[in-house]
T-cell receptor, first 113, second 116 residues
Framework: AAGVIQSPRHLIKEKRETATLKCYPIPRHDTVYWYQQGPGQDPQFLISFYEKMQSDKGSIPDRFSAQQFSDYHSELNMSSLELGDSALYFC????????????FGDGTRLSIL | AQKITQTQPGMFVQEKEAVTLDCTYDTSDPSYGLFWYKQPSSGEMIFLIYQGSYDQQNATEGRYSLNFQKARKSANLVISASQLGDSAMYFCAMREGMDSSYKLIFGSGTRLLVRP
């Protein structure tokens, strides 16, 4: 079965640079979520999109923005990167069936030097 | 206030034995969903099992079962016949409300190590 696809798997950037993470949800899933997991931490919700509209917003810094495109893929744009942005970034997707879980991609590991 | 509490930072279990990972939650919403995810050292987040707040029976998925005690607000994961491949971090998570577009709130996780 198709899963959530994230790219790139690994990304190394320097402070003050920008980064773009991509997410391709499971086909026919209409909601996409972004989570940030710092080292030794639990995942923290950043932002979500339902049918290409932002549906919820969590602890996402103003330096970050995201959008969902007409083909349902989503991108997380990160600017003015800081050392503290080093983390594993997950994208997840789900359908509107309330019994269905969020399925996670394998994550993008972002390292800031 | 902590929404999801996992009080066991780490646990050991002998191969082929059963193990229970604890999870308590706090919500005033009568409609909610509880999830368990497994995160191996490679980092991916794998869905294991789901329990809805209105479900009458405890959820089961293969070797995984969920001991759901609504009055106590607990949703413990039971893994039967542990295997070496079960060694991983386990997260309990909650979705408040029944709309599947709602975000997940995670606990701090329990690291399980299965001994041969």
């Amino acid at each position: 079965a198709a899963g959530v696809i994230q790219s790139p798997r690994h990304l190394i950037k320097e402070k003050r640079e920008t980064a773009t993470l991509k997410c391709y949800p499971i086909p026919r899933h209409d909601t996409v979520y972004w989570y940030q997991q710092g080292p030794g931490q639990d995942p923290q919700f950043l932002i979500s999109f339902y049918e290409k509209m932002q549906s919820d917003k969590g602890s996402i810094p103003d330096r970050f923005s995201a959008q969902q495109f007409s083909d349902y893929h989503s991108e997380l744009n990160m600017s003015s990167l800081e050392l503290g942005d080093s983390a594993l970034y997950f994208c997840a997707s789900s359908s509107t069936d309330s019994n269905q879980p969020q399925h996670f991609g394998d994550g993008t590991r972002l390292s800031i030097l | 206030a902590q929404k999801i509490t996992q009080t066991q930072p780490g646990m050991f279990v002998q191969e082929k034995e059963a193990v229970t990972l604890d999870c308590t939650y706090d919500t005033s919403d009568p409609s909610y969903g509880l999830f368990w995810y497994k995160q191996p050292s490679s980092g991916e987040m794998i869905f294991l099992i789901y329990q809805g707040s209105y479900d009458q029976q405890n959820a089961t998925e293969g070797r995984y079962s969920l001991n759901f005690q609504k009055a106590r607000k607990s949703a413990n994961l039971v893994i039967s016949a542990s295997q070496l491949g079960d060694s991983a971090m386990y997260f309990c998570a909650m979705r408040e409300g029944m709309d599947s577009s709602y975000k997940l709130i995670f606990g701090s996780g329990t690291r399980l190590l299965v001994r041969p």
